[in-house]
C-alpha cells in the first residue's frame, strides 16, 4: 500500500490549505481501514487531526474540529484535509497513513512520504 500527500507548500494566513492522499494498492472503502491525517509542527511531537473511516465516518481532533474538515473521493481513491483559518503555528509536516482497523489506530500500518506545509505571515 502506497499513500502520497500532494497540496500547496506555502500558504498565507487566514487562508484554508487542501491536501489530497492518493492511496494505491488498497481501497480506502475496504472494511475496517481508518484513513487519517497527522501533522508536525517544527520541533513538536506528532498530532492526530482527524480520521475518516472505511465507511465515511469522520472523527477530529477536539482542539482542530472548528477549522477541519476531511472528505474522500471514492472513485479516485483519495481522501482529502481541508484546513482553514491558517496560521503560522499550523506549519509542519502533514502526512496521511493508514490503520488496518480500529485497534490500529495511533499504531499506523502505512505512512505517506509527508508534505511540508509553511505558513506565512
Known amino acids: 500500500v502506497q499513500l502520497q500527500e500532494s497540496g500547496p507548500g506555502l500558504v498565507n494566513t487566514s487562508q484554508t490549505v487542501s491536501l489530497t492522499c492518493t492511496v494505491s494498492?488498497?481501497?480506502?472503502?475496504?472494511?475496517?481501514?481508518?484513513w487519517t491525517w497527522i501533522r508536525q509542527p517544527p520541533g513538536k511531537g506528532l498530532e492526530w487531526m482527524g480520521t475518516i473511516t472505511y465507511s465515511g465516518t469522520t472523527y477530529y481532533n477536539p482542539s482542530l474540529k472548528s477549522r477541519t474538515a476531511i472528505s474522500r473521493d471514492t472513485s479516485k481513491n483519495q481522501f482529502t484535509l481541508q484546513l482553514t483559518a491558517m496560521s503560522p503555528e499550523d506549519t509542519g509536516v502533514y502526512s496521511c497513513?493508514?490503520?488496518?482497523?480500529?485497534?490500529?489506530?495511533?499504531?499506523?500500518?502505512?505512512w505517506g512520504q509527508g508534505t511540508q506545509v509553511t505558513v506565512s505571515s
Open positions: 494498492g488498497d481501497s480506502i472503502t475496504t472494511n475496517y481501514v481508518y
Open positions: 497513513a493508514l490503520a488496518s482497523t480500529r485497534d490500529r489506530m495511533g499504531k499506523y500500518d502505512y
